[in-house]
């Protein structure tokens, strides 16, 4: 299958599914309690037209055959252990630590572990700051806006 075929596979088959989702959420009938769910939905139809749309006018290529370097495949499952590890700390934690607590954490920790080298002690203040600015910006939207209840933990 040519990337052009897949393309517009992945983008029908994704519209089809957001479709339904925002259909579902609509046919619910209480609005207020579905409203971030809807939004969800909006956004995947919106994305989903547009892979859609991407598969439509790719022009056609031929396949790239790319030949891999001894040892490379282990490098790159070596690279992705560690956010593979923080992940599942991150879900074990969830329940105890909440989700804006385990949230902060995993989005420190991705931030150190993958970000750019090299990584001094100012560059880690900054890395976990922004990931507070971060989180702070998911607390007011889920939390305040769209009145989402998160697993609640330590400290709220």
Known sequence: MSARHRQLVIGL????VAVMLLALGLAAGQIQVFIFPLV???????FALVTTLQGWVM???????????????????GR?????????AYL?????????????LTFAAISLIYGPRPLGP??????????????????LLFHRFLAVQTP?????
């Open 40 to 46: 969800i939905a909006a956004a995947m139809v919106i």
């Open 59 to 77: 022009p056609p290529s031929p396949p790239a055959r790319v030949a891999a370097l001894p040892g490379q495949g282990r490098r790159r499952a």
């Open 92 to 104: 074990a934690a969830l329940e105890t630590a909440g989700f804006f607590l385990s949230s902060w």
């Open 80 to 88: 992705l252990l560690p956010g593979v590890l923080v992940i599942a």
């Open 152 to 156: 609640r933990g330590w400290l709220f």
């Open 13 to 16: 088959g994704a519209t089809a």
């Open 122 to 139: 100012g560059a880690v203040i900054t890395r976990l700051l922004i990931a507070a600015v971060f989180m702070l910006a998911v607390y």
